[in-house]
């Protein structure tokens, strides 16, 4: 388990920001929180301060496309969490942004304690969805729109099938035409989504997830 200590707050309403943090305070011992209010500060808050644990995001955010700071941050700060704090209830952009490399996502409609809860299960490296969500996301043969489809990029999805048929990195650059170098920043990021630290996981859970949405 990953403590999170320190936590990059971005949020352009001051009223959130504020709650969040006297949540955050009252449930942990001495987090240090760096409070942002567009994607430009967060952006410069990255640069500038290291081991940056969890960087809670509202999913609308003055200066830029916040799917594409989620991506951004996944590329280049691999180990930070990210939970999403949105107020839109529709399952699409919780699917669509864990898919993009959020860790959690969770409803500002929910009580603010939420908050803590959402952040003690990323820091046991579980995913968090609001239960909100759960009679939505799954259909009505219990299927989730969260298979691994949904999950990965096509990219993603693509290179884990192929480790799942054995191929080595060398052997997917090769047949996708990409550096080696970019095959294993994939295969590290697939590993991070799915919360796998090996290649049978990996193998495990393709074939797993093939089964049901195939049937």
Do not use: C, W
Not at 171 to 196: A, F, G, W
């Amino acid at each position: 388990m990953k403590k999170i200590s320190k936590i990059i707050l971005a949020d352009d309403h001051d009223v959130v920001k504020h709650g969040v943090e006297a949540v955050v305070r009252q449930n942990f011992a001495s987090p240090e929180i760096i409070k942002v209010s567009s994607t430009n500060e967060l952006r410069n808050q990255l640069l500038a301060h290291k081991n940056v644990d969890l960087v809670i995001l509202d999913i609308k955010m003055p200066g830029g496309n916040t799917v594409d700071i989620v991506k951004d941050i996944k590329a280049n700060y691999a180990d930070i969490k990210i939970l999403m704090y949105s107020a839109h209830e529709e399952p699409q952009y919780a699917v669509n942004f864990i898919r993009n490399g959020a860790d959690g996502y969770l409803s500002k409609s929910q009580p603010l304690q939420k908050i803590a809860l959402a952040i003690k299960v990323l820091e046991n490296g579980k995913r968090f969805i609001d239960e909100s969500f759960q009679e939505t996301l799954f259909d009505k043969k219990g299927e989730s729109d969260l298979s691994l489809s949904n999950l990965l990029s096509h990219r993603e999805f693509q290179i884990l099938s192929l480790l799942a048929d054995g191929k080595s990195n060398i052997d997917i650059s090769e047949e996708l035409n990409l550096q080696k170098s970019t095959v294993s920043t994939y295969k590290k990021r697939i590993m991070q989504k799915l919360n796998i630290n090996t290649n049978i996981g990996l193998v495990d859970a393709y074939r797993t997830d093939f089964k049901i949405t195939a049937s």
